[in-house]
């Protein structure tokens, strides 16, 4: 029954919503995390945009001084940030992985790649974390911008459905490291549903073929082109007139 891929993904979605359910049902104080997290985010910049570069240099400095003592062993085991981080990590890389099968069951081997694969698997999990580090500070925001302008990637996209998959995983990374659990869990299912119906529809395989305002099928068009005397006839049909 698991070879069915339709069964497979059902199976799957289903299990993440009632994990998911289940973790916000039984321990209450996950989903109280979630939302201080992601309150965080959306409005802790509108009160840290006038912090100077200098001022956070000072408490980088002196967050690394703390990280050995015991105050800092507290604050990384804290629940308020380690619980939404977790959470975050493992919703990316939970809802990425039927992303993965989809395109492993709809590409063609010749352009089927395995290192693709891996970076669609990873890019989530590097782009929620780098949500968390620049959550709430516009100057690293753009500090981290001008760091990963600088560094040139040399790996190209070729295909215009390989993009599409690329910026559907960064879009999840996003999502996730937002808190936006709904918005990753419900992109994920719907873009497997809709990359799966146009493959499997074969969608525009042929292009459309038009007679003034009117849509004409390639049957007609060939029985039009066989015809002596029509504009499309063959030479072979010329020749016998």
Do not use: C
């Amino acid at each position: 029954m698991l070879n069915n891929i339709i069964v497979r993904l059902v199976i799957y979605y289903t299990s993440w919503l009632l994990f998911l359910a289940g973790a916000f049902h039984f321990f209450p104080r996950v989903l109280v995390y979630v939302s201080q997290e992601r309150d965080r985010f959306l409005f802790g910049s509108l009160y840290n945009t006038g912090i100077e570069v200098s001022g956070m240099i000072e408490n980088i400095q002196e967050g690394i001084g703390r990280l050995g003592s015991q105050e800092g062993v507290s604050q990384l085991v804290d629940p308020t940030i380690a619980v939404p981080v977790v959470l975050a990590l493992a919703l990316a890389f939970g809802v990425t992985l039927p992303v993965t099968w989809v395109y492993r069951w709809t590409r063609s081997p010749k352009k089927y790649s395995q290192s693709f694969i891996h970076a669609l698997l990873v890019t989530p999990i590097g782009i929620a974390l780098v949500v968390f580090l620049v959550k709430g500070s516009i100057p690293l925001a753009f500090g981290l911008a001008g760091i990963v302008a600088a560094v040139r990637f040399r790996a190209t996209i070729k295909e215009p459905m390989d993009a599409v998959y690329m910026l559907m995983a960064i879009g999840i990374g996003l999502a996730a490291g937002t808190q936006l659990t709904t918005v990753a869990y419900l992109a994920s299912l719907i873009f497997v549903t809709i990359a799966l119906a146009v493959w499997k529809s074969d969608f525009g395989a042929a292009p459309a073929v038009l007679s003034g305002w009117r849509i004409v099928s390639p049957e007609a068009v060939a029985q039009g082109a066989g015809a002596p005397g029509k504009p499309g006839a063959t030479k072979k049909s010329r020749d016998a007139t």
